[in-house]
């Protein structure tokens, strides 16, 4: 039992270390901040623990926006992430949307084997749909390890197609600029590569997709 307090204590610990080296470099650090969010980024990333948005982006409380789940989907029938997008587009007028995924991820590889596991295979399946407009290309990599990694980058590419999609997107497009990035986080390297599947008008999109 120690050592589930030990573990539960370190967060706590941390917070308390944190605040004072906050208050100490800024006095007013805490009163600047609870003044309110103006953040230019929405971020949808994978819940994985080794991808923490703020860390990594070298940015900090109040930059970022943001929504996570397993291998950062982005599915139509998502209420939290539809919430999420539309307010972060509409209410807080973010510039931009990245979606990031990473190299390695848990959800990606679970989702290009057949072992079924639970619930979270409906989620799961998303993916597979990915990796089956995409098998030919996918199929032709023999080593496993790359074939998951050509996987995430695909599979950010739909996630950023998706957004694009969805009618919060396109009616923000009708009135500013609003750019729809995504992005793969290299674990092994610490660095972010921009896939360049950057959108950011309706015309990016075939016209089925298209709302007037
Ligand atoms: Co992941």
């Known amino acids: 039992m120690n050592n589930l307090k030990e573990t539960y204590d370190r967060l706590l610990n941390g917070n308390k270390q944190w605040q004072l080296k906050k208050i100490t470099e800024d006095p007013m650090y805490f009163d600047e901040l609870s003044k309110g969010q103006t953040p230019d980024y929405l971020w949808i990333g994978c819940a994985d623990s080794r991808v923490p948005d703020n860390e990594i982006t070298g940015s900090s409380p109040g930059d970022i926006f943001v929504h996570r789940n397993i291998a950062n989907m982005v599915v139509h029938t998502d209420m939290n992430l539809l919430s999420v997008l539309q307010y972060a587009v509409e209410v807080l007028h973010v510039k931009h949307v990245i979606v990031c995924g990473h190299y390695g991820c848990g959800g990606v590889l679970a989702a290009m084997k ?61 009135k500013r600029e609003l750019q729809v990035h995504g992005w793969v986080f290299n674990l092994t390297t610490g660095g972010i590569i921009d896939l360049e599947v950057m959108k950011d008008e309706l015309e990016d999109m075939p016209s089925i997709f298209h709302y007037s």
Do not use: C, P, S
């Open 114 to 174: 057949n072992t079924e596991n639970g619930l979270v295979d409906n989620w799961l399946r998303n993916i597979k749909e990915v990796y089956y407009t995409h098998r030919v290309e996918l199929e032709a990599i023999e080593d496993m390890k790359l074939r998951g990694d050509r996987l995430v980058e695909l599979n950010v590419r739909h996630q950023v197609e998706n957004l694009a999609k969805t009618a919060t997107v396109q009616n923000a497009w009708k």
